[in-house]
């Protein structure tokens, strides 16, 4: 059974910076893709962006372009996301998900999903 576990969410203020981390056990995370997606209280669920399998591409949205950034370690079976300029809007629940196709924003093309972590920013 894939299993992804969110790390590194938290409280921080207004103008901060959080680095996420996602580790990946029992899937072959090299032939993934990994994507990040968030969930803010009262809202759908929310694409951020997206590595390609080997990390060589990604794709971001237009919410957290230039200020989001995905990397991953293969070595590691890992995948980061780097957040800086955070915002209050920006609180959520964070999640990375696995999925064998790249690029893809659509939720249910990611096969494997972590629980989550909370990062909440505060104005």
């Known amino acids: 059974q894939a299993k992804l576990v969110e790390s590194g969410g938290g409280l921080v203020q207004a103008g901060g910076s959080l680095r996420l981390s996602c580790a990946a056990s029992?899937?072959?995370?090299?032939?993934?893709?990994m994507g990040w997606f968030r969930r803010a209280p009262g809202e759908e669920r929310e694409f951020l962006g997206a590595?390609?399998?080997?990390?060589?591409?990604?794709d971001y949205a237009d919410s957290v372009k230039g200020r989001f950034t995905i990397s991953r370690d293969n070595s590691k079976n890992t995948v980061f996301v780097q957040m800086n300029n955070l915002k209050p809007e920006d609180t959520a629940i964070y999640y990375c998900?696995?999925?064998?196709?790249?690029?893809?924003?659509?939720?249910?093309?990611?096969?494997?999903w972590g629980q989550g972590t909370q990062v909440t920013v505060s104005s």
């Open positions: 590595i390609s399998e080997p990390g060589f591409a990604t």
């Open positions: 029992e899937l072959t995370f090299s032939h993934y893709a």
């Open positions: 998900a696995a999925s064998p196709i790249f690029p893809t924003r659509i939720a249910f093309q990611y096969a494997h």
